[in-house]
C-alpha cells in the first residue's frame, strides 16, 4: 500500500494547509488504499530524512514536493500508477 | 551504500594523512609546541618545517612565503583584510568579480563598510572574466585584485595568469583564492604571477580546520590574530601541528595523483553528460573546456533543485544545489545568477563533484536514480512555484 507522509511546521503555514488539503482529497479519491501519515518537524522519525524542507509530501520514498504543494492530478496519477492493477 | 558527490564541499580525510597525523598526536616522540626551546618543541618544530617545505616545494614558493592558518576562510580574510590594513591608504580601491566565494565577498563587504571602495566585475554565461575588465576596473588607488583559480560552484577555471601579468604590470597585488584548485591543477605561484593565494587541506583529502595563504616576499601584510611571533608574526597562536602534517601530506599526495585524477574525472564526466543528452531541457552550466573536470552543473529545467538533492540524498546519493537556503527565503545561487541564469533555471541546478575514489559505477547509478528523480519531479511541481516563498511562509531547515 503506497504511503503518504506530510511534513509540516509546528505552526502550519498557508502552504501545509494547502498540502493538508490535498492529501485529503487523495484519501478521499483512493478510499482504504493508502497509508497517510502526518508529522510535525519536531517529530523524532523526522530525523531519518535529513534536511527537511516543509511541506514535505512524500510517496513512499518519493518526495514529491519540498517547500511547496505538488499538483494534484500529476500527484494523483503517480499514486495510481503504484497502486495493485485491478484484474 | 552512499554514494558521495559533494567533493567540492569537503572530501574524505586519506587513510595515509591520518597515518601522517596520528604520528605526530600518537607516534613515539612527545608532541611538543614548536615555539619550546628544549628537545621535544624543537623536534616538533621540525615535522612543521618539513610540512611548509612540501607545501612550499608543490607551490613554487618559498617556505618562509607560506603562512599556514585555521583553513581557507581565514586565509583569504587575511589576505584581503591583512592587505587592507597593512597599505597605509585610507580608502583603497579593491577589485574582485562576481562569482567569488562568501569568503571573499563578504570579507569585501566588511572593507566596503570600513570605507574601501569595492568594483566586482562582472563574468560571462560561463563564469569566465574577462582579463581586459579587470584591466579596465584598475584605478590610481586600486590597492588588490582578487579573483578566484577554479570556481567553487561550476567548476570555471579563471585566467589566473593572463591577470597576474596585467597586475604586475600595473603594480596592483593579486590575490588568487585557489581552495578548489590546489591539489587538482597545476598552481605555481610564480608563473600565476601572484602575490597572496588561499588554499584549504579539506579540499583535497586532508583535514578540515587547516589551510594556508602564500604571502610573496615583500607583499605588505598586517595580522588578524595578534598574540606570539608564530607564523612570521602573521597568524598568532600555537600552530595546529598535527593539521599541518596532514595537509601537507594530502597536498603530496595529492599532487602524485594530479594528472591520473584529471584522466579519471574527464572519463567520469562523460557519464554524467548523459544527462544532458538524456533528458530534455537541461543545461550545462560550466564552461565546456575550461572547467575543472570533477566538478558537473547542471540545471534541470522545470525541476526543483533542492528537491532533486532531496530525493537523491534519500536514495544515498549525497550532492548538492547550488541554492542557499535560508530561513523564509529560497535564494538562487549568486554565481548562477552573475552567469545570467534566471530564478528558474538557477533554481534547478545542482552540482555532482567528483573525487579520486569515485567509481564509473557510482556515476552511473547516480545518472540512472536521477533521471527517474527528474521525470517524476516534473510532473508533480508547478514551473511557477520553482523557488517562490512567501514572506509569510514558517519554512525552514531543520538537520
Known amino acids: 500500500m503506497p504511503k503518504i507522509t506530510l511534513i509540516v511546521t509546528p505552526k502550519k503555514c498557508h502552504k501545509c494547509l494547502q498540502c493538508e488539503d490535498l492529501v485529503a482529497r487523495l484519501l478521499e479519491q483512493f478510499p482504504g488504499q493508502l497509508e497517510f501519515v502526518e508529522l510535525d518537524t519536531t517529530a523524532e522519525e523526522v530525523q531519518q530524512f535529513g534536511v527537511v524542507l516543509p511541506p514535505m509530501l512524500l510517496v513512499d520514498d518519493f518526495i514529491a514536493a519540498a517547500g511547496k504543494v505538488p499538483i494534484y492530478d500529476a500527484l494523483a496519477k503517480l499514486i495510481a500508477a503504484k497502486l495493485p492493477k485491478e484484474s | ?399
Open chain 2, 1 to 399: 551504500m552512499t554514494i558521495y558527490l559533494d567533493h567540492n564541499a569537503t572530501t574524505q580525510l586519506r587513510p595515509e594523512v591520518w597515518d601522517a597525523m596520528a604520528s605526530v598526536e600518537f607516534g613515539t616522540e612527545l608532541r611538543g609546541n614548536p615555539s619550546s626551546v628544549h628537545r621535544v618543541g624543537v623536534a616538533t618544530m621540525r615535522q612543521m618545517a618539513a610540512a611548509r617545505h612540501t607545501v612550499a616545494g608543490i607551490l613554487g614558493a618559498q617556505d618562509k612565503e607560506i603562512v599556514f592558518t585555521g583553513g581557507g576562510s581565514e586565509a583569504i580574510n587575511l589576505a584581503l583584510q591583512g592587505v587592507v590594513r597593512a597599505c597605509g591608504k585610507p580608502n583603497p580601491h579593491l577589485i574582485s568579480t562576481t562569482v567569488e566565494h562568501h569568503a571573499v565577498l563578504h570579507a569585501l563587504e566588511s572593507l566596503a563598510a570600513q570605507g574601501c571602495s569595492v568594483t566586482l566585475c562582472p563574468v560571462d554565461v560561463t563564469g569566465r572574466v574577462d582579463p581586459q575588465a579587470i584591466a579596465e576596473a584598475i584605478t590610481p588607488d586600486t590597492l588588490l585584485v582578487s579573483v578566484m583559480f577554479v570556481n567553487n560552484e561550476v567548476g570555471t577555471i579563471q585566467p589566473i595568469a593572463q591577470i597576474g601579468a596585467l597586475c604586475r604590470e600595473r603594480g596592483v597585488l593579486l590575490h588568487v583564492d585557489a581552495v578548489q584548485a590546489v591539489g587538482k591543477l597545476r598552481v605555481d605561484v610564480a608563473d600565476l604571477q601572484c602575490d597572496l593565494l588561499s588554499f584549504s587541506a579539506h579540499k583535497f583529502g586532508g583535514p578540515q580546520g587547516v589551510g594556508g595563504l602564500y604571502v610573496r616576499q615583500g607583499t605588505p601584510l598586517a595580522p588578524l590574530v595578534h598574540g606570539g611571533p608564530q607564523e612570521w608574526k602573521l597568524r598568532a597562536g600555537t600552530q595546529n601541528i598535527a593539521g599541518i602534517v596532514g595537509l601537507a601530506e594530502a597536498l603530496r599526495l595529492a599532487e602524485q595523483e594530479r594528472e591520473g585524477n584529471l584522466e579519471h574525472w574527464l572519463q567520469l564526466r562523460e557519464i554524467l553528460y548523459r544527462l544532458p543528452r538524456e533528458l530534455e531541457a537541461v543545461r550545462v552550466n560550466s564552461h565546456p573546456d575550461l572547467t575543472l573536470p570533477n566538478v558537473v552543473n547542471l540545471t534541470f529545467m522545470y525541476c526543483d533543485g533542492m528537491a532533486l538533492c532531496m530525493n537523491l540524498s534519500m536514495r544515498g546519493i549525497c550532492i548538492s544545489t547550488s541554492s542557499a537556503c535560508t530561513a523564509g527565503d529560497l535564494s538562487p545561487s549568486h554565481v548562477l545568477k552573475a552567469m545570467g541564469l534566471s530564478d528558474m533555471a538557477a533554481h534547478g541546478a545542482v552540482r555532482f563533484s567528483m573525487g579520486r575514489s569515485t567509481t564509473a559505477e557510482e556515476v552511473e547509478q547516480t545518472v540512472a536514480v536521477t533521471k527517474e528523480i527528474v521525470e517524476n519531479l516534473r510532473l508533480v511541481t508547478h514551473p511557477d512555484d520553482i523557488g517562490k516563498c512567501k514572506d509569510d511562509c514558517p519554512c525552514f531547515l531543520t538537520g
